[in-house]
C-alpha cells in the first residue's frame, strides 16, 4: 500500500494524556499540583496588578479544585480566549520582566486536564465581574477538534445552590470578604473533577499542604486558605507588603534583546490591526519604565531619526524594519538607567526567618544568603538561599524551591540545586527545612508547564556558592555524627566481637535486608536511596554482628545480592552528572527514575557522548558540537553509573544511537570506555563504544601539559595498551609502610587531563571535530522522507498563514480615526487635584515611588472612561 501524507490537528496535543504531559512538563500523578499552582499564579499576577494584599482561598472537594481572590476580577471578554485551542494568548509572551511566567497556553492546559481527568468532558467555571462563565469541552477523536460550549449568565445565586461548587456565596475566610462579591471584585475559578476528594491519599494530602507552605513563603504578603475535605490549613501573611516588580508596571527596553524587542514591536503591530488601530509610536514608547514624559519620547525620536508617526512606519514587508528598530531600541536604553537589583524584588532575609519560625525550625541554625548580578544574557538576577535544621527531628523535611515568586510542583527547579543539596548531605527527606528562590528576567523554562529552568553557567555557580554557604555548619555536623557513630560503633565492635562470631557480616545483611527495604520504602512503597537503605539495615545488622558496617561494604553486598535474585524495587541511585540534548538544551539527571522516566526522542540526536567530566561541558557549549552535529551529551563523574549505562543502552536500542566515550589520557579514562558497555551488578548492558578519548600519544604530539601521579593499584588487566601508553602509566613500583604495613606504589607515572586540552576552547574544537570526523559522526542529523515531508507541510501552512494575516493587516491603517477620537474623548480624562491622591498614598509609607501611585490613579482613570472611549470611537467610525 502506498503510504498516504496525512494531517495531524495540533490541537490534539491537549487531549490525550501522552501529549499533555509534553505540553505542561509533568506526568499523571502531578496534574492535580500543576492546576492548583496554575490557579495560584494567576490569582496572584492579577491581584498583584493592584494595592490590595493577596488573599485567596483554594478548596478541593468531591467536585474538583476551587479558588476564590480578592483580585479586580476576571474580565468576561478573556474567557472567549480561553476556548480557542488554535492560538496561544498571553498578556505577557512578548514581554521581559520577573513574572511569575508567560507561556500563554495555561488556561487551555487546564480544561483539557479537567476532559482528560474526568475521561469524558471538561468543565471550568470562571465568577468575576458580575458574570458567570461556564466553559463545556469535550473532544471528537475521529475530527480532531474540541467541541467547546460557553455559557454565560448574570444571575449568580442558583449557581452556589447547584453541585457545582461546594463554597458558600459568602467567604468569611477571607479576612475582607465584604470586598469579595463577585460583582465589583473578586474571581471564582472552578475545575470540576468528579470524585476528587476520594482518590486523594494521605501522602497526597500532605503533599499539597507542604506545597501551599512553599508558596506562601515565597509570597510572605500572601494570606492562605487551604481547604481539602475536612481539612484545613491556614497561612497568614508574614508581612504586609513585597517590594517587587508588579506585572502592571512599566518594563525597561534593558530587559530586553535585539530580537525580543523587534518581536514586541511586531506583535504590538499585530495586535492594533486586529483591534483596527494604529497606535503611534509616542504611546508604543511610553509603555517603557522611564519614557513617560513628553520631553524623554522626543528626544529618543530625535536621536534616533524616527518621524512622530504610528508604530507600523516600522513594519517592512518582511517584517520589523531592522535598522529603525535598532536605532530605536539603543536610544531607549540610553534614555533611562536601568531598574536595579532592589526593584526587581527578593524574599529576603527577614520573610524567610519568619516563614521558616513558622514551619517549625530552629532558629539558632537559620542561615541565609543572596547573591545578586548578572546572568550571561547580561539582566540582573537574584538567587538567594535559606536553611534551617527542624526543631522536631522526626518530623519530615520541606525543600522549596522557584523562580519569581512562584515554587516548581516538585521542588526541583533546576538539577543544579538537586545537586547541590546532595552534596551537603541535605536531602529533603532530612529534618531539615531549605529554599532556594530565583529572580531574573524571561526565566529559561525547559517546558511549557514551568516546571524546570535551564541554568546557564553563572547561575549555577551563583546556586552552588549560596546553598553551600547556607548549609555550612549543618554538613560539618553531619560529618561529625558520621565519624562519632563510627567511633561508638567500631567501640561497640571491639566489646562484642567475640561473643558474635557465628554471623558473618554479609549473613547479617542479608538476613535484616527485606526489613530494612520495608522500611526504607516505608507504607507507600515509594523510592529510596542506597543510603536510606543502609541506615534503616546498619542498626538492625548490629544484633547479629558487632562489626562496624560502612556504605562501601554493604553496597557491595547488596550488588551481590541483586545479581542472584534480581534488583531491589524502589531502589534509587543518586544521579551523577546529566545527560544534555542538543537544540533543546534539557537536561535529564542520571539517577535512576529520571533515567526511567526519559523517553528517547525521535529525529533529535544521532550520536551519544558520555564525557568523564561535568566540567567538560562548557568546552562542548563553545564548540557547539551539540548543535552542529546533532550529539548528545552525557556530562558525568567518573565510572559510568547503571543509569547512565542504561540510558546509553535504551539510545542504542530503541533509536539505534551510537555511543561514543571521551575521557582523560590516563589508566583510569581508557578504563572507563573500557567498562562502558560492561554488565553491572545485576544489570546487563550490551551496546557497542566507539573510544573516541584522548591518547597519551595524541596529547604528546599537541605539547599538552602533563602531570605525575602515582597508583597504588596495578593497571587492570583489561587494557590493551600502546607501548608509549605503558611507558607513561607504569610508573617506577617502590615499596611503602602505610599504617605498620608494607605496600607497592607506582611512582612517576605520566597522564594528560581534558582539561589541559578544553583550557584552550579553540584548540579544543580543532580537536573535536578532528575526532568526530575520524570516527564518521561528524555530520547532520537526516530523518526520513516522510517526517521531512510532513514537517514542511506544517511548517508551510504556518507560514502562509501567517504572511497572508500580515498582508491583510497592513491594509487596515486608521491613525487618523485614532486621533480623532482621542481629540473627542480626551476633555473627559482630566483628574482633578492628584496632589491630594498622592499625599494620602504617602502615609502608608509603601515601597514605591510617587510616579507609581500617579500612574494607577491615571490607569483607574482611563478604565473609567470606558463608555466614553467606546462612543468616540463609534463616532469617528460612522
Not at 562548557?618 to 558525568?636: G, N, S
Not at 611512582?747 to 579553540?762: G, T, W
Request: charged fraction near 25%; charge should be negative.
Amino acid at each position: 500500500m502506498k503510504p498516504e501524507l496525512h494531517s495531524i490537528n495540533r490541537t490534539a496535543e491537549f487531549f490525550s494524556e501522552s501529549e499533555l504531559e509534553k505540553q505542561i512538563g509533568h506526568t499523571r500523578c502531578d496534574w492535580v499540583l500543576a492546576i492548583i499552582k496554575e490557579l495560584l499564579d494567576n490569582s496572584m499576577d492579577a491581584i498583584e496588578q493592584t494595592n490590595v494584599p493577596p488573599e485567596i482561598v483554594l478548596n478541593i472537594d468531591s467536585t474538583g479544585i476551587t479558588v476564590v481572590d480578592n483580585g479586580p476580577g476576571f474580565p468576561p471578554d478573556a474567557v472567549e480566549k480561553l476556548t480557542d485551542f488554535d492560538t496561544r494568548y498571553s498578556s505577557r509572551a512578548f514581554y521581559r520582566a520577573p513574572t511569575r511566567g508567560a507561556q500563554g497556553n495555561a488556561g487551555k492546559t487546564i480544561l483539557a486536564l479537567s476532559y482528560v481527568l474526568n475521561g469524558k468532558k471538561g468543565q471550568v467555571s470562571i465568577l468575576g465581574c458580575g458574570v458567570l462563565s461556564q466553559i463545556t469541552v469535550s473532544y471528537d477523536a475521529v475530527k480532531q477538534s474540541p467541541a467547546v460550549l460557553l455559557e454565560s449568565r448574570e444571575q449568580l445565586s442558583d449557581f452556589f445552590d447547584s453541585s457545582i461548587c461546594e463554597l458558600p456565596s459568602r467567604l468569611p475566610v477571607i479576612a475582607n470578604s465584604d470586598d469579595v462579591n463577585f460583582r465589583t471584585s473578586g474571581t471564582l475559578i472552578h475545575v470540576a473533577i468528579d470524585g476528587l476528594l476520594a482518590t486523594l491519599e494521605s501522602h497526597e494530602i500532605n503533599r499539597y499542604f507542604r506545597f501551599a507552605t512553599g508558596y506562601q513563603l515565597l509570597n510572605p504578603h500572601l494570606s492562605l486558605i487551604f481547604k481539602i475535605g475536612d481539612k484545613t490549613q491556614g497561612l497568614v501573611r508574614t508581612a504586609s507588603s513585597m517590594a517587587k516588580w508588579r506585572p502592571s508596571k512599566p518594563e525597561p527596553p534593558h530587559w530586553h534583546t535585539p530580537e525580543s524587542f523587534s518581536n514586541l514591536v511586531l506583535a504590538s503591530h499585530r495586535a492594533d490591526c486586529e483591534a483596527n488601530r494604529d497606535r503611534s509610536l509616542r504611546s508604543f514608547m511610553k509603555a517603557f519604565h522611564g519614557h513617560r514624559r513628553n520631553d524623554a519620547v522626543n528626544a529618543v525620536l530625535e536621536r534616533s531619526g524616527l518621524p512622530h508617526g504610528p508604530v507600523s512606519t516600522l513594519i517592512g514587508k518582511n517584517g520589523v524594519a531592522t535598522k529603525p528598530v535598532s536605532r530605536l531600541f539603543k536610544e531607549m536604553k540610553s534614555q533611562v538607567d536601568a531598574p536595579g537589583h532592589s526593584q526587581i524584588g527578593q524574599i529576603g532575609r527577614t520573610n524567610c526567618r519568619k516563614a521558616f519560625e513558622n514551619f517549625g525550625a530552629n532558629d539558632s541554625t537559620f542561615r541565609y544568603r543572596n547573591w545578586t548580578g548578572a546572568c550571561e544574557r547580561g539582566f540582573p538576577l537574584i538567587v538567594e538561599a535559606a536553611f534551617a535544621e527542624l526543631a522536631d527531628c522526626t518530623r519530615d523535611g520541606l525543600v522549596i524551591s522557584g523562580v519569581n515568586f512562584s515554587p516548581s510542583v516538585r521542588n526541583d527547579i533546576c538539577t543544579e540545586m538537586t545537586q547541590a543539596l546532595s552534596d551537603q548531605l541535605a536531602p529533603k527527606w532530612k529534618p531539615i527545612i531549605a529554599m532556594l528562590h530565583i529572580t531574573m528576567i524571561d526565566p529559561p523554562f525547559a517546558d511549557r508547564g514551568k516546571s524546570r529552568i535551564n541554568v546557564d553557567h553563572q547561575t549555577a555557580l551563583a546556586i552552588s556558592e549560596v546553598v553551600e554557604f547556607v548549609t555550612r555548619d549543618w554538613f560539618k555536623r553531619q560529618k561529625a555524627i558520621e565519624r562519632d557513630e563510627g567511633k561508638l560503633l567500631r567501640k561497640q565492635a571491639r566489646a562484642e566481637r567475640s561473643k558474635q562470631q557465628d554471623c558473618t557480616l554479609k549473613d547479617a545483611i542479608l538476613i535484616v535486608l527485606h526489613g530494612a527495604v520495608e522500611k526504607a520504602a516505608g507504607k507507600q512503597k515509594g523510592f529510596y536511596t542506597a543510603r536510606d537503605l543502609y541506615y534503616q539495615a546498619r542498626p538492625l545488622v548490629q544484633k547479629y554482628n558487632s562489626e562496624y558496617l560502612d556504605q562501601k561494604y554493604f553496597d557491595r553486598v547488596i550488588d551481590e545480592y541483586e545479581i542472584e535474585h534480581g534488583i531491589l524495587k524502589g531502589r534509587l541511585r543518586d544521579p551523577r552528572g546529566f545527560l544534555i540534548e542538543p537544540h533543546t538544551g534539557r537536561k535529564v539527571p542520571l539517577g535512576t527514575s529520571d533515567v526511567l522516566d526519559y523517553e528517547i526522542p525521535w529525529d533529535l540526536y544521532h550520536t551519544l557522548i558520555y564525557v568523564e567530566k561535568k566540567n567538560l561541558v562548557h568546552a562542548f557549549e563553545y564548540a557547539k558540537v551539540p548543535e552542529r552535529y546533532d550529539i548528545a551529551v552525557i556530562a558525568a563523574e567518573g565510572y559510568a553509573t547503571r543509569a547512565a549505562k542504561l540510558l546509553a543502552q535504551n539510545a542504542h536500542r530503541e533509536r539505534g544511537v551510537r555511543v561514543l566515550c571521551l575521557h582523560d589520557a590516563d589508566p583510569d579514562g581508557y578504563n572507563i570506555a573500557r567498562t562502558l558497555s560492561q554488565s553491572s551488578g545485576a544489570h546487563d548492558f550490551d551496546f557497542e563504544v566507539i573510544d573516541m578519548g584522548l591518547t597519551i600519544e595524541e596529547a604528546l604530539e599537541m605539547g599538552l601539559q602533563t602531570e605525575t601521579f602515582a597508583r597504588r593499584k596495578q593497571l587492570p588487566s583489561g587494557l590493551d595498551l600502546s607501548q608509549a601508553a605503558l611507558d607513561s602509566f607504569a610508573g617506577v613500583a617502590t615499596e611503602v609502610v602505610r599504617k605498620g604495613k608494607k605496600h607497592t606504589e607506582y611512582r612517576d607515572c605520566v597522564r594528560v587531563e581534558l582539561n589541559a586540552l578544553s583550557a584552550d576552547k579553540d584548540l579544543f574544537t580543532e580537536w573535536i571535530d578532528r575526532k568526530l570526523k575520524q570516527f564518521g559522526v561528524a555530520e547532520k542529523l537526516i530523518p526520513k522522507n516522510e517526517t521531512i515531508c510532513q514537517y514542511v507541510a506544517n511548517r508551510t501552512d504556518e507560514h502562509l498563514r501567517q504572511d497572508i494575516a500580515e498582508k491583510v493587516e497592513s491594509m487596515l491603517c486608521v491613525a487618523s480615526k485614532i486621533d480623532d477620537a482621542f481629540r473627542i474623548a480626551r476633555d473627559s480624562s482630566t483628574i482633578e487635584n492628584p496632589q491630594r491622591v498622592v499625599q494620602e498614598w504617602a502615609e502608608d509609607c509603601l515601597p514605591e515611588r510617587w510616579t507609581d501611585c500617579c500612574d494607577a490613579l491615571v490607569e483607574k482613570q482611563i478604565a473609567s472612561l470606558d463608555d466614553v472611549i467606546h462612543e468616540a470611537v463609534e463616532q469617528v467610525l460612522r
